[in-house]
């Protein structure tokens, strides 16, 4: 069975950081085409925050977490990470990492991946 596990949701103040996980069984990161992580706040779609396409070795950020959000991967450990620095409320929102196999599409497109973890909320105050 395929499973992707996010952890590392919380709460912290304004400024501060966490560190996301997500972790994959019954499926390798490594044979992925794409694997990004995408966010989505009450009342609002659901948006890419950034992705990692394996071909290519390349990295998207959306604009409003660039420079702020890293994304990163251990194939070792089967593992999708989102570290996150200088906070801010506007973050807020459940936190879902996504992987796909096939090749080609928008990373910051939901429907261009097929699994998808359970989520993780992160909550920023003020």
């Known amino acids: 069975q395929v499973q992707l596990v996010e952890s590392g949701g919380g709460s912290v103040q304004a400024g501060g950081s966490l560190r996301l996980s997500c972790a994959a069984s019954g499926y390798t990161y490594s044979r992925s085409s794409k694997m990004g992580w995408f966010r989505q706040a009450p009342g609002k779609e659901r948006e890419g925050v950034a992705a990692f396409y394996n071909g290519v070795g390349a990295t998207y950020y959306a604009d409003s977490v660039k420079g702020r959000f890293t994304i990163s991967r251990d194939y070792a450990k089967n593992t999708l990470y989102l570290q996150m620095n200088s906070l801010k409320p506007e973050d807020t929102a459940m936190y879902y990492c996504?992987?796909?196999?096939?090749?080609?599409?928008?990373?910051?497109?939901?429907?261009?991946?097929?699994?998808w973890g359970q989520g993780t909320q992160v909550t920023v105050s003020s």
């Open positions: 996504a992987a796909d196999q096939r090749v080609g599409g928008s990373w910051w497109v939901p429907l261009n991946y097929q699994i």
